[in-house]
């Protein structure tokens, strides 16, 4: 099992920068993927930043350019890093990971998520 708790949200105005972060505990080696996604009231959990184990990093198109995922081994911790932050990045984001079992499945565990708020 893993366990991930997300901190650093809060409330920030257009145009600012903000960096979240998961600390991460459990069965370290089996995870393949860390993520970051985000949910805006009604609206779909989208993936906004992943981390794979070798270290290459992907972005969506709609973030790419504005966020970067980062991962600290030896603190056990993923970041994200947000900048030029706009209104429309107001959401829950939660912290993920995809994790390999022994049996060759992969199971996802979740964070409880921290709220980023972006004023006008």
């Known amino acids: 099992q893993v366990q991930l708790v997300e901190s650093g949200g809060g409330l920030v105005q257009a145009g600012g920068s903000l960096r979240l972060s998961c600390a991460v505990s459990?069965?370290?080696?089996?995870?393949?993927?860390n993520d970051w996604y985000r949910q805006a009231p009604g609206k779909q959990r989208e993936l906004v930043a992943k981390i794979w184990r070798g270290g290459r990093v992907d972005y969506p198109d709609s973030v790419k350019g504005r966020v970067t995922i980062s991962r600290d081994n030896a603190k056990n911790m993923v970041y994200l890093q947000m900048n030029s932050l706009t209104p429309e990045d107001t959401a829950i984001y939660y912290c993920?990971?995809?994790?390999?079992?022994?049996?060759?499945?992969?199971?996802?565990?979740w964070g409880r998520g921290t709220q980023v708020t972006v004023s006008t």
């Open positions: 459990g069965n370290i080696p089996a995870i393949v993927t």
């Open positions: 993920h990971a995809l994790v390999t079992t022994t049996w060759g499945t992969n199971n996802d565990y």
